[in-house]
């Protein structure tokens, strides 16, 4: 067999056994390494592990991950994110849908804490359900609005997803996160504005609630959720005004995470503890995953997929229109598989050459991947941010209403992704102005 041959029969091979459900992080290192064996024999393997392994796992960037994580795990277990929803309850409770669209933007600054759609959707499945089903709003609209908006952790920062993609193709890290911040703001607007016109058409899904809230009340758990916001926007900002790389502000945002909490009598020592231990757990997890990732990516320069491709990827110049919604169509259908991170890290090295070809903004892109990465989690049969709010609920809801109800913000995210494609400033504006 050709190196070109062993390479696609490689890729069918590990099709099949991420079918069989085989951990994809097994998967990538077993076929990478057995690929790379066949081209090139035992010696070039085995120094090819050991060096390129290294190599990943020392760059400084990555140190970002663990940082991020901590931030998250910290804000979390120290109940910095308790008071959001809440606090969003009070505000917008008046609204058509008050309890829907502010579950919708706590999940947001829930996302933007924890970096992640699963432990977001998991979150305010727990807060936000019973609360919602509580005031009879209908369980489909209360059950979606919690799995949609979870996946907002994957576009505002800090984002994990973000965070691999630019390591696997070169792009500035600090940019790629800035670039998240409208697209996902751009997101909870628009499944807000969705779910006001849902709800006044049709007030049955979200009576009204006869609450009396004053002013202070509002102004009371706005101070309470005060420190969240600004350590969210410090990170933010200081990667926006160049005081610090993506790196530097991960760190930046562990440390004050852990200070906000000692000033605030919520740290202790279980709590500190929980955290680190579930930031050596994520980070272990998504190293191992993208070690195989690199591997993998490797091999297939080995076997000369990538040079293969950019030749395919020629009929694509002129079309750029068609290459988004031919690989759009693929993250949807590989999302109802894979998990987020797992999909994103196989994927980048095969279609980045398509980017390339077709000479796209390699920043604009990875927001249409994570985008689309997010689309995945709540695309029938399989969106995984359903099955994770089915099973903190129970037998409450079944799963089909909840995918009824996402089928309402599956058309919203078919906007949004008009939006973005039509309007690549939507997604460069930051970064743009950053670079200036």
Request: with cysteine; hydrophobic share 60%; net charge neutral.
């Amino acid at each position: 067999m050709s190196s070109l041959e062993i390479g696609f029969a490689a890729m069918g091979v590990l099709l099949v056994l991420l079918a069989l459900r085989v951990p994809i992080g097994v998967v990538l290192g077993l076929v990478s390494l057995g690929g790379i064996y066949a081209i090139m024999g035992e010696r070039a393997t085995i120094g090819v592990t050991r060096s390129m392994v290294f190599e990943f796992v020392a760059k400084w960037e990555l140190s970002a991950i663990p940082m991020f994580l901590l931030m998250g795990a910290v804000a979390f277990h120290s109940g910095l994110t308790r008071g959001l929803f809440d606090c969003a309850r009070l505000w917008l409770s008046r609204l058509p849908g008050g309890l829907a669209v502010a579950t919708n933007y706590a999940s947001a600054g829930f996302a933007a804490a924890s970096g992640s759609s699963l432990a977001t959707a998991a979150a305010m499945a727990r807060l936000a359900v019973p609360e919602m089903l509580r005031y009879n709003y209908a369980p489909s609209l209360a059950t979606a609005v919690v799995a949609a908006s979870g996946t907002i952790g994957t576009m505002i920062p800090p984002s994990i997803l973000f965070v691999l993609y630019g390591m696997f193709t070169g792009q500035s890290i600090g940019m790629l996160l800035l670039a998240g911040v409208l697209p996902g703001l751009l997101t909870a607007v628009i499944y807000g504005v969705m779910i006001i016109i849902r709800c006044k058409m049709n007030p049955d899904l979200a009576p009204p609630i006869a609450e009396e809230v004053t002013w202070s009340d509002r102004f009371h758990a706005l101070r309470d959720i005060a420190p969240l916001p600004i350590l969210i926007l410090a990170v933010i900002g200081s990667m926006y005004s160049g005081w610090a790389t993506a790196t530097e502000a991960a760190g930046f945002g562990a440390f004050a995470a852990i200070i906000i909490a000692t000033v605030r009598g919520s740290m202790s020592r279980s709590v500190l503890f929980d955290s680190i231990l579930d930031t050596l757990r994520s980070t272990g997890t998504i190293f191992y995953i993208a070690i195989g990732a690199i591997l993998f990516s490797r091999f297939l320069t080995f076997a000369g997929v990538p040079q293969f491709m950019s030749e395919m990827a020629d009929q694509f110049a002129y079309n750029p229109l068609l290459l988004l919604a031919v690989i759009g169509g693929i993250y949807l259908v590989l999302g109802m598989f894979l998990d987020p991170m797992g999909l994103l890290l196989l994927t980048i090295p095969i279609f980045l050459p398509f980017f390339e070809a077709a000479e796209m903004n390699l920043i604009w892109i990875g927001v249409l991947v994570v985008k689309f990465i997010e689309i995945s989690l709540i695309t029938p049969p399989v969106g995984l941010n359903a099955f994770v709010v089915r099973g903190v609920i129970g037998d409450a809801v079944p799963l089909g209403q909840i995918f009824t109800g996402l089928i309402w913000f599956l058309g919203a995210e078919v906007l949004i992704v008009g939006l973005l494609v039509a309007f690549p400033e939507i997604s460069l504006a930051i970064p743009m102005s950053m670079q200036n």
